[in-house]
């Protein structure tokens, strides 16, 4: 059996999912003609009170989109170091958009309304770049599945109005801070101007990113869709299969969060963890105290099947999901509790 806890992503699609897959009813969607993607995309945009959605591959293709709905060449933007657009999405920010990332030393991958106000460059002073845009990240990715106070997204969004900026969510795990924290989605469509729901996580589809956003900034999105690449033809089954994770999925992220929660309980007791991120969402993020090696623990893991990710820097990150069952949850947490290094 392996058990592979390296990221939200490796889930198939089970039997329920498969069936709407096998049935949905398709055409070609760049005519636009594809039934099952434009219920998926009326879904959402009804979900979060957002004019307009538009269903993407992937969620860096989705967040590029946005990036470049907002901005000019030459243009800045602002976001935290840890950023997923700033560093897994290939560079796209400068290659797609011809931007530039402002980063601010956030907190857990977190920053906040002063941070940005800070580091808004004076659109006077024609020297810098200019400001333009603002992402947001929640959860956050490196951060290890933190949630943003909606108080301080608040604002922060307060700051953008007052000195004209766009305000970019990347909502990748969006679905696990809203079961989390109880929140609403339509709270994040009054304030976001573009936001990313992404299907493959904990969502647990194949694929897909829909990119929500306000009529205005949306009237070119399908074309730069285009652009990148992104114009697919049937692909209605896989809308179907994230209409099926959005009736189905979405409630059961608690159970994802409560593993991820007991997981990081044991582990805070051993003495071979120096220390322990807060675990909020589905991920645990830990570094091992001296002595034990990332590579030595993750093979001794690897060995019972168990499969965790290395982020570098000595942090180890572990994330639970859809296929990851009570009874590999059980021997997961007895394999933590005996383990010597
Ligand atoms: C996974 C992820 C994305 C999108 O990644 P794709 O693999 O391109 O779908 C974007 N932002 C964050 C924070 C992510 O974790």
């Given at each position: 059996m392996i058990i592979d806890l390296r990221s939200d992503t490796v889930t198939k699609p089970?039997?329920?999912m498969m069936r709407a897959i096998l049935s949905a009813e398709t055409g070609d969607d760049v005519y636009k003609e594809d039934p099952t993607v434009n219920k998926l995309e009326a879904y959402l945009a009804t979900?979060?009170?957002?004019?307009?959605?538009l269903f993407f591959p992937t969620g860096?293709?989705?967040?590029?989109?946005?990036?470049k709905l907002h901005t000019q060449p030459g243009e800045q933007l602002i976001c935290d170091k840890w950023a997923h657009v700033y560093n897994y999405e290939g560079g796209g920010v400068s290659f797609n958009s011809g931007v530039s990332c402002?980063?601010?030393?956030?907190?857990?991958?977190?920053?906040?309304a002063a941070q940005v106000e800070e580091n808004i460059n004076p659109p006077d002073f024609y020297h810098s770049p200019l400001t333009s845009l603002v992402c947001l990240e929640n959860t956050t990715n490196k951060g290890g599945g933190a949630c943003y106070d909606f108080s301080e997204i608040k604002k922060i969004k307060a700051v953008c109005d007052m000195h004209g900026l766009g305000l970019h969510l990347d909502g990748a795990r969006l679905m696990n801070a809203i079961v989390a924290k109880k929140e609403s989605p339509l709270a994040y469509g009054k304030v976001f101007d573009t936001i990313t729901v992404c299907l493959s996580k904990g969502l647990g589809t194949p694929l897909g990113t829909v990119l929500l956003g306000t009529k205005e900034l949306m009237k070119n999105a399908?074309?730069?869709?285009?652009?990148?690449?992104?114009?697919?033809?049937?692909?209605g089954y896989m809308a179907a299969a994230g209409l099926y994770a959005m009736e189905n999925n979405v409630m059961r992220l608690a159970h994802d969060h409560t593993k991820a929660s007991e997981i990081a309980m044991v582990l805070k007791k051993q003495e071979y963890v120096l220390k322990i991120e807060p675990t909020e969402t589905n991920i645990v993020i830990f570094y091992l105290a001296?002595?034990?090696?990332?590579?030595?623990?993750m093979s001794d893991l690897e060995k019972e099947g168990i499969r965790i990710s290395n982020m570098g820097q000595g942090k180890l990150r572990i994330v639970t999901h859809l296929d990851y069952t009570q009874q590999m949850h059980k021997k997961v947490l007895e394999y933590l509790a005996a383990y010597k290094k």
């Amino acid at each position: 059996m392996i058990i592979d806890l390296r990221s939200d992503t490796v889930t198939k699609p089970g039997t329920g999912m498969m069936r709407a897959i096998l049935s949905a009813e398709t055409g070609d969607d760049v005519y636009k003609e594809d039934p099952t993607v434009n219920k998926l995309e009326a879904y959402l945009a009804t979900l979060f009170g957002m004019d307009e959605a538009l269903f993407f591959p992937t969620g860096s293709m989705a967040n590029q989109a946005a990036i470049k709905l907002h901005t000019q060449p030459g243009e800045q933007l602002i976001c935290d170091k840890w950023a997923h657009v700033y560093n897994y999405e290939g560079g796209g920010v400068s290659f797609n958009s011809g931007v530039s990332c402002k980063l601010v030393d956030g907190v857990r991958g977190m920053i906040t309304a002063a941070q940005v106000e800070e580091n808004i460059n004076p659109p006077d002073f024609y020297h810098s770049p200019l400001t333009s845009l603002v992402c947001l990240e929640n959860t956050t990715n490196k951060g290890g599945g933190a949630c943003y106070d909606f108080s301080e997204i608040k604002k922060i969004k307060a700051v953008c109005d007052m000195h004209g900026l766009g305000l970019h969510l990347d909502g990748a795990r969006l679905m696990n801070a809203i079961v989390a924290k109880k929140e609403s989605p339509l709270a994040y469509g009054k304030v976001f101007d573009t936001i990313t729901v992404c299907l493959s996580k904990g969502l647990g589809t194949p694929l897909g990113t829909v990119l929500l956003g306000t009529k205005e900034l949306m009237k070119n999105a399908i074309r730069i869709r285009k652009v990148l690449g992104g114009g697919m033809r049937q692909i209605g089954y896989m809308a179907a299969a994230g209409l099926y994770a959005m009736e189905n999925n979405v409630m059961r992220l608690a159970h994802d969060h409560t593993k991820a929660s007991e997981i990081a309980m044991v582990l805070k007791k051993q003495e071979y963890v120096l220390k322990i991120e807060p675990t909020e969402t589905n991920i645990v993020i830990f570094y091992l105290a001296e002595g034990l090696s990332e590579e030595k623990f993750m093979s001794d893991l690897e060995k019972e099947g168990i499969r965790i990710s290395n982020m570098g820097q000595g942090k180890l990150r572990i994330v639970t999901h859809l296929d990851y069952t009570q009874q590999m949850h059980k021997k997961v947490l007895e394999y933590l509790a005996a383990y010597k290094k």
